[in-house]
């Protein structure tokens, strides 16, 4: 299997929430929620970089779909990691993210490996970390 990985999808308990949360809190591009007309169709996706789709889809339907149990949700099964280009971005995006709703659980600071990041939650509770990471080029 080669790593094509096209679309990563957050399940949300209120779609809705969510759009307003990414679309007009964090800014990210999106045509709205589609496929209201299909049962557990309902979906938004959004524009990340080339090649990269993010979707937010009802947890409910998610589990119809993949044919799985409905579980409590867990805020530590995965992080999303947004690198950025300096410590003053961390600290924007952050502050951003805060403005929208979200949870601060972890505020900017140094980090032990030379980085400075922080963690947020969305809506949701997904674990977002924003990060700068002198090593890598953004």
């Not at 209120?14 to 209201?36: A, P, Q, V, W």
């Not at 299909?38 to 119809?64: M, P, T």
């Not at 900017?108 to 980085?115: R, V």
Request: proline share 4%; charged share 25%; hydrophobic share 40%.
């Amino acid at each position: 299997m080669k790593p094509r990985i096209t679309v990563i999808t957050l399940g949300v308990d209120d779609l809705e929430k969510s759009l307003e949360f990414y679309r007009d809190g964090l800014g990210f591009r999106t045509e709205g929620i589609i496929g209201k007309e299909f049962e557990h169709g309902a979906v938004a996706f959004f524009d990340l970089q080339s090649g990269l789709k993010l979707a937010i889809w009802n947890r409910k339907d998610i589990a119809h779909e993949a044919k799985v149990a409905l579980t409590p949700t867990s805020s530590t099964e995965f992080t999303i990691g947004h690198n950025v280009a300096s410590k003053e971005e961390v600290n924007t995006v952050v502050e951003q993210a805060k403005k929208a709703g979200a949870v601060i659980t972890d505020p900017a600071h140094d980090t032990f490996w030379g980085g400075y990041s922080a963690h947020f939650q969305d809506p949701d509770s997904h674990l977002w970390e924003v990060v700068w990471n002198p090593e890598w080029d953004i």
